[in-house]
T-cell receptor, first 115, second 112 residues
Framework: AQTVTQSQPEMSVQEAETVTLSCTYD???????LFWYKQPPSRQMILVIR??????QNATENRFSVNFQKAAKSFSLKISDSQLGDAAMYFC????????????FGKGTKLSVKP | DGGITQSPKYLFRKEGQNVTLSCEQN?????MYWYRQDPGQGLRLIYY???????QKGDIAEGYSVSREKKESFPLTVTSAQKNPTAFYLC???????????FGSGTRLTVV
């Protein structure tokens, strides 16, 4: 079975600085999707960024980018120019192309942003 | 605007009672999901449905039941058999496997 591991329960960053959140996953599939979700204090889950495993180019969305290392099964999220509104729980998620293809989530990383 | 509506936002249940959480979507998505969120546990899958009139158990289905009579609706019943129901419940939907989920705003269930 696939698993997703986020090894940093909590992280902290200074406003305007850059922070990287780690995520590793375990799978025997070769084709899949990876996601980062943000959950602010409102608890609404917001899709931050998406990566297709067969694409070598790392996905980027404004200040958010990923470092996708397929062989290492690593999918880290980099947040540049951190803002106070970036403070939230961040969840890494895996979705295979198999018959079920449900999202499998890591346990999350709580990011604090210091002014 | 299309989206997912969960109701109620807060729900209180007495011991031994069944309660039903509502989830409605107008996104025309085929697949719908229920997750439970506990502190430090991430999101755990309760039930999912990929098509009307069909649903499958997730990782923690014991003590829960669902129905999928309409494409738009996927209600979750928390039964008295669920030993520890206090949690935050999230409903989601998805058009296909290539995309992520769209989530509702959640229901906080507390047993009193």
């Amino acid at each position: 079975a696939q698993t997703v591991t986020q090894s940093q329960p909590e992280m902290s960053v200074q406003e305007a600085e850059t922070v990287t959140l780690s995520c590793t996953y375990d799978t025997s599939e070769s084709d899949y999707y990876l996601f980062w979700y943000k959950q602010p204090p409102s608890r609404q889950m917001i899709l931050v960024i998406r990566q297709e495993a067969y694409k070598q180019q790392n996905a980027t969305e404004n200040r958010f980018s990923v470092n996708f290392q397929k062989a290492a099964k690593s999918f880290s999220l980099k947040i540049s120019d951190s803002q106070l509104g970036d403070a939230a729980m961040y969840f890494c998620a895996y979705r295979g192309r198999g018959s079920q293809g449900n999202l499998i989530f890591g346990k999350g990383t709580k990011l604090s942003v210091k002014p | 605007d299309g989206g997912i509506t969960q109701s109620p936002k807060y729900l209180f249940r007495k011991e031994g009672q069944n309660v039903t959480l509502s989830c409605e979507q107008n996104l025309n998505h085929d697949a719908m999901y229920w997750y439970r969120q506990d502190p430090g546990q991430g999101l755990r899958l309760i039930y999912y449905s990929q098509i009307v009139n069909d649903f499958q158990k997730g990782d923690i289905a014991e003590g829960y039941s669902v129905s999928r009579e309409k494409k738009e609706s996927f209600p979750l019943t928390v039964t008295s058999a669920q030993k520890n129901p206090t949690a935050f419940y999230l409903c989601a939907s998805s058009p296909d496997r290539g995309r992520g989920y769209t989530f509702g705003s959640g229901t906080r269930l507390t047993v009193v």
